[in-house]
């Protein structure tokens, strides 16, 4: 009996889930749940192993663990990169006095393609659950979207678990341990956190798309196809998209977070090229930006159809991070090309890459796990989205300052192009005014004007000063025309003209050509011996200063003035002061020629000056 017994004992202990259950698998650090263990951070508590051919089983690993794990305490948890090689993690978990039995093993990075886990029980049994993006959502033991697996430890008990790692993109190894109750709580109260900010996203897309279809500006299209991607994508980073929307579709799950990526970059590019007006404040950087946006949707398209989609996933990444740098760049020269709309731009920017930095530092253990820095991430790029819908309204109001400014300037121009323009139609109607008022032959004004100007001063002489009138009539010009040639006529009469011109100084006088070789003067204000002056004067100025010649020889040219005269406040007709100095000229002419006579328009008595006497 006792040798059965022993042999027993040994075929047990030479079993693999007995050995590693008892043998020397040893770990330096372990997990120990106590009485208020609810929540632990297991992520220090992993030993690894690099498996880079990944060809190790759980039989080789329990076999081989003490001498390929390795033996330091990581200062946080685990985060290997891109990388081809399955990596292996244990831990022991012993439950010495907390009195829940069940417990969730929670992934925080959701994205991981595969990861398996073994429990080795205390009398030798194993247990095996996966999860991952690669691997149907239904297994999961939690319907989370992390990645966790669900399983019992009494008090008083312990468990060796291994877990083996397996993904195209990064292996990060942030582990939670929970209580099944606390499990459940935190994920009530971080789908309430993640139903806010998802919500503001759709809110933010939504708004923003109805203000496109308004107003059809295509910065708000490029934003709202950057929410629609980045929100997609944080969904997807979250393993939200996994568990609503796609939790069978393993093949998408797993190439989802490129094609995002990548159809995110082309949008975000897009909305920064065109918000910023790169093409007029940064043309250099305006074609590298359109350089980048035929990349990424090539990888967009890489993502679905390469056959190796690790090698797409990093380049992706890479490049995006790349292209971020290059936006920061451009707003930052369009800030200091003081670009008004570059300032909420660069603002929500920073917002986004201060949450990032807020959440990796608490992952490196530099700043304390709270609510800010747990979802620093989602916090920093709601502050982004609405500090670039912002940017959008105050750049729109700057464009509708701008073309306010601008019509008002238009109007301002017009209104003095106008002004310009009444200008010189007015100029030019004095100008036809004057044309059709002027003698063309003389230069002096013609007989139409004569008759409206003489009606005007008519009538103010019945309600003010006096009116006087000359009619100077050139003596003997029909011996003058018919000798010497209509030419030398026409030249003697521009010389008289000019001559009477030069003899009346007052702006309100009228030199007028009445018809023929006879000229008129209106003189307003004028009373008979002002006129009888300027009269006489105008006779000296052609008889003695004209001295005309033609063709070389002088030809002597007289003149003969009737005058006449209304008293101030006396009512007559033009034609009767036309008559009254019509009539003294008559009498000029026939007294000898060169002479003047007078007429008073309103005795119709004539007084008679020699011109001897002057």
Same mark, same amino acid.
């Given at each position: 009996?006792?040798?059965?017994?022993?042999?027993?004992?040994?075929?047990?202990?030479?079993?693999?889930?007995?050995?590693?259950?008892?043998?020397?698998?040893?770990?330096?650090?372990?997990?120990?749940?106590?009485?208020?263990?609810?929540?632990?951070?297991?992520?220090?508590?992993?030993?690894?192993?690099?498996?880079?051919?990944?060809?190790?089983?759980?039989?080789?690993?329990?076999?081989?663990?003490?001498?390929?794990?390795?033996?330091?305490?990581?200062?946080?948890?685990?985060?290997?990169?891109?990388?081809?090689?399955?990596?292996?993690?244990?831990?022991?978990?012993?439950?010495?006095?907390?009195?829940?039995?069940?417990?969730?093993?929670?992934?925080?990075?959701?994205?991981?393609?595969?990861?398996?886990?073994?429990?080795?029980?205390?009398?030798?049994?194993?247990?095996?659950?996966?999860?991952?993006?690669?691997?149907?959502?239904?297994?999961?033991?939690?319907?989370?979207?992390?990645?966790?697996?669900?399983?019992?430890?009494?008090?008083?008990?312990?468990?060796?678990?291994?877990?083996?790692?397996?993904?195209?993109?990064?292996?990060?190894?942030?582990?939670?341990?929970?209580?099944?109750?606390?499990?459940?709580?935190?994920?009530?109260?971080?789908?309430?956190?993640?139903?806010?900010?998802?919500?503001?996203?759709?809110?933010?897309?939504?708004?923003?798309?109805?203000?496109?279809?308004?107003?059809?500006?295509?910065?708000?299209?490029?934003?709202?196809?950057?929410?629609?991607?980045?929100?997609?994508?944080?969904?997807?980073?979250?393993?939200?998209?996994?568990?609503?929307?796609?939790?069978?579709?393993?093949?998408?799950?797993?190439?989802?977070?490129?094609?995002?990526?990548?159809?995110?970059?082309?949008? %975000? !590019?897009?909305?920064? +090229?065109? =918000?910023?007006?790169?093409?007029? $404040?940064?043309?250099?950087?305006?074609? #590298?930006?359109? @350089?980048?946006?035929?990349?990424?949707?090539?990888?967009?398209?890489?993502?679905?159809?390469?056959?190796?989609?690790?090698?797409?996933?990093?380049?992706?990444?890479?490049?995006?991070?790349?292209?971020?740098?290059?936006?920061?760049?451009?707003?930052?020269?369009?800030?200091?090309?003081?670009?008004?709309?570059?300032?909420?731009?660069?603002?929500?920017?920073?917002?986004?890459?201060?949450?990032? %930095? !807020?959440?990796?530092? +608490?992952? =490196?253990?530099?700043?304390?796990? $709270?609510?800010?820095?747990?979802?620093? #991430?989602?916090? @920093?790029?709601?502050?982004?989205?609405?500090?670039?819908?912002?940017?959008?309204?105050?750049?729109?109001?700057?464009?509708?300052?701008?073309?306010?400014?601008?019509?008002?300037?238009?109007?301002?121009?017009?209104?003095?192009?106008?002004?310009?323009?009444?200008?010189?139609?007015?100029?030019?109607?004095?100008?036809?005014?004057?044309?059709?008022?002027?003698?063309?032959?003389?230069?002096?004004?013609?007989?139409?004007?004569?008759?409206?100007?003489?009606?005007?001063?008519?009538?103010?002489?019945?309600?003010?000063?006096?009116?006087?009138?000359?009619?100077?009539?050139?003596?003997?010009?029909?011996?003058?025309?018919?000798?010497?040639?209509?030419?030398?006529?026409?030249?003697?009469?521009?010389?008289?003209?000019?001559?009477?011109?030069?003899?009346?100084?007052?702006?309100?006088?009228?030199?007028?050509?009445?018809?023929?070789?006879?000229?008129?003067?209106?003189?307003?204000?004028?009373?008979?011996?002002?006129?009888?002056?300027?009269?006489?004067?105008?006779?000296?100025?052609?008889?003695?200063?004209?001295?005309?010649?033609?063709?070389?020889?002088?030809?002597?040219?007289?003149?003969?003035?009737?005058?006449?005269?209304?008293?101030?406040?006396?009512?007559?007709?033009?034609?009767?002061?036309?008559?009254?100095?019509?009539?003294?000229?008559?009498?000029?002419?026939?007294?000898?020629?060169?002479?003047?006579?007078?007429?008073?328009?309103?005795?119709?008595?004539?007084?008679?000056?020699?011109?001897?006497?002057?």
């Amino acid at each position: 009996m006792r040798l059965f017994v022993i042999v027993n004992l040994l075929f047990l202990l030479a079993m693999p889930g007995v050995a590693s259950a008892s043998s020397g698998i040893t770990d330096p650090f372990p997990v120990v749940l106590d009485r208020d263990s609810d929540r632990v951070d297991i992520s220090r508590h992993l030993t690894y192993y690099e498996d880079a051919s990944g060809e190790y089983g759980i039989e080789d690993i329990l076999s081989d663990w003490p001498d390929i794990a390795s033996v330091e305490q990581p200062d946080e948890a685990y985060n290997f990169g891109f990388t081809d090689s399955a990596y292996w993690f244990h831990t022991r978990i012993e439950n010495r006095s907390n009195p829940n039995q069940r417990w969730v093993l929670e992934g925080l990075y959701p994205i991981i393609d595969r990861m398996e886990v073994y429990f080795l029980r205390e009398d030798g049994r194993i247990e095996r659950q996966q999860a991952g993006d690669s691997i149907p959502f239904a297994t999961r033991g939690r319907k989370h979207h992390n990645i966790n697996f669900s399983f019992d430890l009494p008090r008083g008990e312990a468990t060796d678990v291994f877990l083996r790692v397996t993904t195209s993109g990064a292996v990060q190894m942030q582990l939670t341990l929970w209580e099944n109750e606390a499990f459940s709580a935190a994920d009530h109260q971080e789908r309430f956190i993640l139903g806010v900010y998802y919500g503001l996203l759709f809110c933010m897309a939504a708004f923003n798309l109805l203000i496109f279809v308004s107003i059809r500006d295509k910065n708000y299209l490029w934003y709202v196809s950057y929410i629609v991607f980045y929100g997609l994508l944080q969904f997807t980073l979250n393993g939200l998209s996994f568990e609503h929307l796609w939790p069978e579709a393993t093949w998408w799950n797993n190439r989802a977070i490129s094609f995002l990526i990548a159809m995110g970059m082309f949008s %975000i !590019l897009g909305f920064s +090229k065109s =918000f910023l007006a790169l093409k007029v $404040n940064a043309p250099r950087l305006e074609r #590298i930006f359109v @350089g980048f946006m035929l990349f990424f949707p090539i990888m967009a398209l890489a993502s679905l159809f390469w056959p190796d989609y690790g090698p797409v996933i990093r380049v992706t990444t890479f490049m995006a991070s790349v292209s971020v740098l290059f936006i920061l760049v451009a707003g930052a020269i369009c800030l200091y090309r003081n670009f008004k709309p570059a300032r909420y731009f660069m603002i929500a920017w920073s917002a986004l890459l201060s949450g990032m %930095i !807020l959440y990796t530092l +608490k992952t =490196f253990g530099l700043m304390p796990a $709270n609510f800010v820095t747990d979802y620093a #991430i989602q916090i @920093g790029s709601a502050f982004e989205v609405i500090l670039l819908s912002l940017a959008l309204a105050d750049r729109m109001r700057l464009l509708m300052l701008e073309n306010q400014q601008i019509q008002e300037d238009m109007t301002h121009r017009l209104e003095q192009r106008v002004s310009e323009r009444t200008s010189e139609l007015e100029v030019a109607n004095r100008q036809l005014e004057a044309l059709s008022s002027t003698d063309g032959l003389t230069g002096v004004f013609n007989r139409r004007y004569f008759d409206e100007r003489l009606c005007e001063e008519t009538a103010r002489c019945s309600r003010s000063g006096p009116l006087s009138l000359l009619m100077v009539d050139v003596d003997r010009f029909k011996d003058l025309n018919d000798s010497l040639g209509h030419q030398a006529g026409d030249d003697c009469l521009r010389k008289i003209a000019d001559a009477i011109s030069a003899s009346v100084n007052r702006g309100a006088d009228i030199v007028a050509r009445y018809g023929g070789e006879e000229f008129a003067v209106i003189l307003p204000d004028t009373d008979s011996k002002g006129a009888r002056c300027m009269a006489e004067r105008i006779r000296r100025r052609v008889d003695e200063a004209l001295r005309f010649c033609w063709n070389d020889k002088p030809v002597p040219v007289t003149v003969s003035i009737g005058v006449a005269t209304a008293a101030a406040r006396q009512r007559f007709e033009p034609a009767e002061l036309i008559g009254a100095a019509d009539e003294a000229l008559y009498e000029a002419k026939q007294g000898g020629r060169n002479t003047l006579k007078y007429r008073d328009c309103a005795s119709a008595t004539a007084g008679e000056i020699s011109s001897d006497q002057g």
